[in-house]
């Protein structure tokens, strides 16, 4: 049983914003450092909990715990020398602008108390350090550049952790982490000023010992707050406008939220230069800090993916990493060091990336969900950090899928993630990142799905430029073929997907003509659709319904047939579809948009070499009688059929087995589609009865048959559309069986015959 009575929640201390994250990680290092060497911390039901058994040793219950740490602060704290000499408003210069800051240094410098020493310490070697390269005033350029050299080679080594999380000087220059703005400043303000005036005030002048509380634990409380501006770290405390009562909201800072704020940021001090010598990009190099991406929770805009030209820093996403078990500063502190986030082998420079990162296990397996944030531009040229939603760590093995495509995604997105793009590339290319993030964070088939539709749309935008984007030279091409395994993880077991997956797999079984995807756009089949193809009449897919579209698919590939020689109507499937699903299309119970949608995600799958499968279902459904005497015309082979205890079952007669073969009837698509169905079930049923297939009714007693009882029959426009749309609809030998016995009045006497 866990021994609890070292254990204190930190009710202040929370996920979200900004702020309060880095405000226990302030915390746990200060005890840690200061106190308590074998503190730990973690993350709990959204709150931070801190276990120290040498602060807490004495303390027998909450009250007394919470005693102890606000004594520890009030009256123990050293609070780290976070000095930007480089910065403006730095308070180490005499100008007007830095009096502020220069009036909290000389405060501190005033101070005799032993707990300030190392501060004082510092302040006095800057001073110096300036002097000796007689800089009386902000440096700049070269000057500023030189500056950073200096503090970075004379710096003690207390202090580093705090200059590597300001700066980082590579071979480029210098470079910013995005965590403190512009190596300390965000605009026109300085973090430094703000936490040296908050040191004295809190520390030296004591006049915010009833705000502390309210920072660690969330007591409710009056005045605790200051005109401290937050920065980018809390933009619920940063005002403006929506913040609060009235047009423009007040400065709502806690003084100690800001201190121990920032006390947090030193956490961050990672290996940067030996990771920003492995990668490219340098945003990608900071601890778990990457490139925007414009999906998930954010409702960010495509431009928002791009820095603004007034900018001063990149934007980025920070992934703030969570964890449930108690864990020291030394292993939190080396797991922000390193960073990990790996997907495919590389580290993670997006936040798509980093999604696959964490649900394919690419991060430290002691990281149990992160805090996405976002740093954009919003106020003016201020920047403020966005929470986006929290990502849990688990592994989905779907994602894996996503390699397959990571090639022709790689080249759609450097096409449309060009500024100059047109829109509806941008729009396709947001929707496959959406989708992957969506499908990384809650996995299952409906979001693979999603990514299906979405990469599905993507490929119909290009084909209108045969894959060329605006005035990108990049030519993006057809995507291959997805392995068969998009289908197994995506099946929903919906009628909408049966048929769906049941149309995509459409082929024709002596490759004399394409499969269906060459119905749908321009592409060489024969070579792996590896190219686009010049202009094919075989596309008939237009901006039309559903069903006009498979009833032009239907009688396009049966002209090709005929044109080419195909022995056998070139509809045959992997997948077939059953009866109950082609039922409710017929009567218009399915999501039209949604079947289109599927049809052109799961055309993209390459079935070649793969075993054709039969559908999951029975066979008894309510079928409508004209339906099941036309779709005995529309068959990809033969019928065959077994005679088992008295009883005949029919079946396709594939693998070029003999059967009675059906010749088709060219008069019945035009017939459908001109809505007069009587007459093209006329015509089938004098077909089959040729073929040696006599259907229901039969003759009268004077020999006569009664065929033309069908000429009386008659539908709507619609349903007799969606008839011939059906007839493209690949069905099993189950369902022919039951097709079979449906429309004949004795299958044994003819099968004997």
């Known amino acids: 049983m866990t021994d609890v009575r070292h254990d204190l929640e930190l009710a202040g201390c929370t996920p979200e914003p900004l702020m309060a994250y880095l405000k226990a990680l302030g915390i746990l290092r200060l005890v840690s450092e200061q106190k308590d060497k074998n503190a730990r911390g973690w993350w709990k039901n959204d709150v931070f909990w801190l276990r120290a058994p040498e602060l807490f040793k004495d303390a027998v ?16 704290y050293q609070p780290t020398p976070i000095v930007a000499p480089w910065g403006a408003r730095s308070g180490f210069f005499p100008t007007s602008s830095e009096k502020s800051a220069r009036e909290a240094l000389e405060a501190i410098l005033a101070t005799k108390s032993c707990r300030f020493e190392q501060f004082r310490h510092t302040i006095l070697f800057v001073h110096e350090l300036l002097a000796e390269m007689e800089l009386n005033k902000k440096a700049k350029g070269d000057e500023k550049l030189q500056l950073l050299e200096v503090c970075r080679n004379r710096f003690p080594d207390g202090l580093l952790s705090w200059l590597d999380t300001c700066y980082v000087l590579t071979s480029e220059g210098r470079k910013f982490p995005p965590l403190l703005g512009t190596g300390g400043n965000e605009g026109s303000g300085s973090y430094v000023s703000g936490f040296a005036q908050q040191v004295v005030e809190c520390l030296i002048e004591r006049q915010q010992d009833h705000a502390l509380a309210t920072s660690l634990f969330g007591v409710v409380a009056a005045a605790v707050a200051c005109n401290q501006a937050p920065g980018h770290f809390s933009p619920a405390a940063a005002g403006g406008p929506n913040a609060g009562q009235g047009f423009e909201g007040p400065l709502s800072t806690n003084a100690w939220d800001y201190l121990l704020c920032l006390e947090g940021t030193c956490v961050w001090a990672s290996a940067v230069m030996r990771r920003l010598g492995q990668q490219g990009r340098s945003i990608a190099a900071f601890p778990f800090t990457v490139n925007v991406t414009g999906a998930g929770d954010t409702g960010i805009a495509f431009p928002d993916q791009f820095k603004p030209k007034q900018a001063k820093r990149n934007i980025a996403e920070m992934w703030l990493p969570l964890w449930k078990h108690p864990t020291s500063f030394l292993e939190i502190r080396s797991l922000i060091s390193e960073g990990r986030a790996t997907a495919t082998g590389h580290v993670a420079e997006t936040g798509i990336d980093f999604a696959r990162a964490a649900a394919t296990l690419g991060v430290d397996r002691g990281i149990d969900s992160f805090q996405r944030n976002m740093f954009l531009m919003r106020n003016g040229q201020n920047f403020l950090g966005i929470s986006l939603g929290r990502f849990k760590v688990r592994e989905r093995s779907e994602v894996d899928l996503l390699r397959e495509v990571d090639p022709w995604l790689k080249s759609f997105r450097r096409a449309a993630g060009d500024k100059n793009a047109p829109p509806r590339f941008k729009t396709a290319l947001r929707n496959i990142d959406q989708a992957i993030f969506d499908l990384c964070r809650y996995g299952g088939r409906t979001h693979l799905q999603s990514l299906l539709i979405a990469i599905g749309h993507a490929e119909r935008e290009l084909i209108v430029t045969q894959g060329k984007i605006g005035q990108s030279k990049i030519i993006v091409r057809p995507l291959p073929g997805l392995s068969a395994e998009w289908i197994a993880q995506a099946d929903d077991c919906t009628h909408k997907f049966a048929i769906a997956r049941a149309l995509a797999s459409v082929y024709d079984q002596e490759a004399k003509i394409g499969p269906l995807r060459a119905n749908l756009e321009p592409v060489n089949w024969k070579d792996r659709y590896r190219v686009w193809a010049e202009k094919d009449r075989a596309v008939v897919w237009h901006a039309v319904d559903l069903a006009t579209n498979l009833a032009n698919v239907l009688q396009r590939r049966v002209m090709d047939g005929a044109r080419v020689g195909c022995k056998y109507l070139p509809l045959a499937s992997h997948f077939a579809a059953p009866l109950d699903a082609i039922t409710a299309f017929l009567d218009g119970e399915l999501d039209d948009e949604r079947v289109e949608e599927l049809i052109w995600g799961l055309m993209l799958i390459d079935h070649r070499g793969n075993q054709s499968l039969g559908s999951l279902r029975t066979a008894d459904s309510a079928v409508p009688r004209d339906y099941a005497l036309l779709k005995l015309l529309f068959l990809p082979c033969p019928l065959t059929v077994e005679q088992r205890r008295g009883m005949c079952r029919w079946r396709l007669a594939r693998d070029g087995k003999p059967g009675i073969a059906i010749r088709p009837e060219p008069r019945i698509l035009p017939l459908l589609r001109a809505g007069r169905v009587g007459e093209a079930c006329r015509i089938a049923a004098q077909r089959l009865r040729i073929s040696g297939l006599p259907p229901m009714p039969g003759p009268l007693p004077t020999g006569v ?29 189950k369902s022919v069986n039951w097709l079979v016995h449906l429309v004949y009045r004795d299958t044994l006497e003819i099968a004997t015959m």
């Open 61 to 76: 219950t909450e009250d007394a715990r919470r005693d102890a740490l606000v004594k520890f602060f009030l009256e123990e």
């Open 705 to 733: 048959t009664r065929d033309d009882d069908w000429s009386e029959y008659t539908v709507g426009p619609s349903l007799a559309l969606r008839l011939a749309a059906a007839l493209l609809i690949p069905i099993d030998s």
